[in-house]
């Protein structure tokens, strides 16, 4: 589980790619890592964890614990995503992180 006190936020954005409406959170681990929190508001919406090149279905707990901290919980590999579900957050993703180099 990460807790958002662990996190420190990058940026946030949103995108419609392919059919699908992104909304994606950048932060980076204590131990340096880049992870995204990936929500698509397709039917049925998902949540997904991108971290390493893994694409994890994730847990999100607002208010955890009854205190203003979010938990992300990985709960398993996302082994079911549609290809075209897939390639869209990952060009979303690529589209982000081009503009963001560019500033």
């Known amino acids: 589980m990460l807790q958002a006190s662990n996190?420190?936020?990058?940026?946030r954005h949103e995108a419609s790619v392919g059919g699908f409406h992104i909304f994606g959170t950048k932060f980076q681990h204590d131990g340096g890592e880049l992870l995204w929190a990936i929500s698509t508001s397709q039917?049925?919406?998902r949540d997904y964890l991108l971290s390493?090149?893994?694409f994890l279905l994730l847990g999100l707990h607002?208010?955890?614990?009854?205190t203003d901290q979010t938990l992300l919980?990985?709960?398993a590999e996302?082994?079911?995503?549609?290809p075209a579900?897939?390639?869209a957050i990952?060009?979303?993703?690529?589209?982000?992180e081009s503009k963001r180099n560019a500033e």
């Not at 607002?62 to 009854?66: G, I, K, V």
């Not at 990952?90 to 982000?96: G, K, P, Q, S, T």
């Open 90 to 96: 990952l060009n979303a993703i690529a589209e982000w």
């Open 62 to 66: 607002r208010f955890y614990n009854e």
């Open 43 to 45: 039917f049925p919406a």
């Open 85 to 87: 579900e897939k390639q």
């Open 52 to 54: 390493k090149g893994r």
């Open 78 to 82: 996302a082994t079911d995503i549609e």
């Open 7 to 11: 996190l420190k936020f990058i940026a």
């Open 73 to 75: 919980e990985p709960v």
